[in-house]
């Protein structure tokens, strides 16, 4: 009864879970490979540009009908 | 594979006599579950076999058991979401198989309970996803070299290929029903597969059960399911709405539902202290009787 007052709604964190799993699935890669993906993308830009890799975005977007992979990396400007 | 023939002659523990209807205090005693490797079956789908199998692990884990629960339903993996483990999946069952990756780097351990660890199931398929061969190794190594405790296999629904390797390498089941037509029915048939793999150590979970339609006469109760299952029963678990959040947010709600009663989660945690041999009472799931049952009875509400 007083649920209402304390807990914020389920289905919201469901829906965010829910959205973020379905875009793995549709690319056929489970979140942790995506991590490893990263993490190992970092590393091949850090070799070539030092410094930069921290910044580096990756993620799925839909585009249309297509999964798009995106890798996502500012470069910064050489001190 | 052998059909085995009906159960005549194996009543469960109670035998319902005429008179009020019972929500269910059949016999104590009985429950407990040798087995290391057991498999949570159904039949049926959408009965609560990825509800049961991640509640009672995390049960069973919180009362100090390591246990791993191993998702079978390759190209449908759910127990990871039901868990809230789904951002930590690298590698996978099939991975496994494949060799593509040791059996240690596709546990995921809970990190509300830290013996309790998750190996997900593929969303791809793939030829060796049905080897028994594999899936025996698996769970021996998980029992052997792991050091697990118990190992719980969520099997996919049906009788098809898919249970087959899901029951390959148990030598226990838990049989989750509800209390309606089809799911009895198809309960029965996985029961008799069962018992043609000699499975002995089978266990009867009532899932959703609702006391209100049951004292209405308008559900069946559980001494009618277990005179027709022959099943020793180990759980009787009623409809909560809190399963559904519990779900939503990825946490099992027998984590977290507050030690009351009445409700799934203890239903739950029960199920896990018979498993080890506990005597533990059927508490009492009517909640039509006292002060609040009669203010909602004021207010119109069943």
Same mark, same amino acid.
């Given at each position: 009864?007083?649920?209402?007052?304390?807990?914020?709604?389920?289905?919201?964190?469901?829906?965010?879970?829910?959205?973020?799993?379905?875009?793995?699935?549709?690319?056929?890669?489970?979140?942790?490979?995506?991590?490893?993906?990263?993490?190992?993308?970092?590393?091949?830009?850090?070799?070539?540009?030092?410094?930069?890799?921290?910044?580096?975005?990756?993620?799925?977007?839909?585009?249309?009908?297509?999964?798009?992979?995106?890798?996502?990396?500012?470069?910064?400007?050489?001190? | 594979?052998?059909?085995?023939?009906?159960?005549?002659?194996?009543?469960?523990?109670?035998?319902?006599?005429?008179?009020?209807?019972?929500?269910?205090?059949?016999?104590?005693?009985?429950?407990? %579950?040798?087995?290391?490797?057991?498999?949570?079956?159904?039949?049926?789908?959408?009965?609560?076999?990825?509800? %049961?199998?991640?509640?009672?692990?995390?049960?069973?884990?919180?009362?100090?058991?390591?246990?791993?629960?191993?998702?079978?339903?390759?190209?449908?993996?759910?127990?990871?979401?039901?868990?809230?483990?789904?951002?930590?999946?690298?590698?996978?069952?099939?991975?496994?198989?494949?060799?593509?990756?040791?059996?240690?780097?596709?546990?995921?351990?809970?990190?509300?309970?830290?013996?309790?660890?998750?190996?997900?199931? =593929?969303?791809?398929?793939?030829? =060796?996803?049905?080897?028994?061969?594999?899936?025996?190794?698996?769970?021996?190594?998980?029992?052997?070299?792991?050091?697990?405790?118990?190992?719980?296999?969520?099997?996919?629904?049906?009788?098809?290929?898919?249970?087959?390797?899901?029951?390959?390498?148990?030598?226990?089941?838990?049989?989750?029903?509800?209390?309606?037509? =089809?799911? %009895?029915?198809?309960?029965?048939?996985?029961?008799?597969?069962?018992?043609?793999?000699?499975?002995?150590?089978?266990?009867?979970?009532?899932?959703?059960?609702?006391?209100?339609?049951?004292?209405?006469?308008?559900?069946?109760?559980?001494?009618?399911?277990?005179?027709?299952?022959?099943?020793?029963?180990?759980?009787?678990?009623?409809?909560?709405?809190?399963?559904?959040? =519990?779900?939503?947010?990825?946490?099992?709600?027998?984590?977290?539902?507050?030690?009351?009663?009445?409700?799934?989660?203890?239903?739950?945690?029960?199920?896990?202290?018979?498993?080890?041999?506990?005597?533990?009472?059927?508490?009492?799931?009517?909640?039509?009787?006292?002060?609040?049952?009669?203010?909602?009875?004021?207010?119109?509400?069943?």
């Amino acid at each position: 009864m007083f649920a209402f007052f304390r807990r914020r709604r389920s289905k919201d964190d469901l829906k965010q879970r829910l959205k973020l799993v379905l875009s793995y699935d549709r690319a056929r890669l489970s979140p942790g490979k995506m991590e490893q993906l990263k993490r190992e993308l970092m590393a091949v830009v850090e070799k070539y540009f030092p410094s930069d890799g921290d910044d580096l975005n990756v993620r799925f977007e839909q585009h249309g009908d297509r999964m798009v992979l995106i890798a996502d990396l500012p470069r910064h400007e050489p001190r | 594979m052998r059909e085995p023939g009906p159960r005549v002659g194996t009543p469960g523990p109670a035998t319902s006599g005429a008179g009020a209807p019972r929500l269910g205090r059949p016999e104590e005693g009985g429950h407990l %579950v040798n087995a290391k490797a057991i498999v949570v079956t159904s039949g049926k789908g959408g009965v609560g076999k990825t509800t %049961v199998t991640a509640n009672v692990g995390a049960a069973l884990a919180k009362l100090g058991e390591r246990v791993c629960v191993i998702d079978t339903d390759v190209g449908l993996r759910n127990l990871d979401v039901v868990m809230g483990l789904e951002g930590r999946v690298v590698f996978d069952l099939i991975d496994v198989f494949e060799g593509r990756c040791k059996l240690r780097q596709a546990l995921i351990r809970d990190k509300r309970v830290e013996t309790l660890s998750l190996l997900a199931a =593929s969303q791809t398929k793939d030829k =060796s996803a049905l080897s028994e061969a594999r899936m025996q190794d698996t769970v021996r190594a998980l029992l052997h070299d792991e050091g697990f405790d118990r190992v719980i296999v969520d099997s996919p629904a049906g009788i098809e290929a898919g249970f087959r390797t899901a029951a390959s390498a148990v030598e226990g089941a838990l049989v989750v029903v509800n209390p309606e037509v =089809s799911s %009895v029915r198809d309960a029965d048939r996985i029961i008799g597969l069962l018992e043609a793999r000699e499975i002995h150590e089978v266990r009867l979970i009532i899932n959703r059960l609702r006391p209100a339609m049951v004292k209405r006469g308008d559900m069946l109760e559980v001494d009618d399911v277990l005179e027709i299952l022959g099943v020793k029963l180990i759980g009787i678990v009623p409809e909560d709405e809190r399963v559904l959040v =519990s779900t939503n947010v990825g946490s099992p709600t027998a984590l977290d539902d507050g030690g009351s009663k009445a409700t799934a989660g203890s239903a739950f945690r029960d199920v896990a202290r018979r498993l080890r041999g506990e005597d533990v009472a059927y508490p009492d799931l009517d909640t039509s009787r006292g002060v609040f049952a009669g203010l909602r009875r004021l207010f119109g509400g069943r």
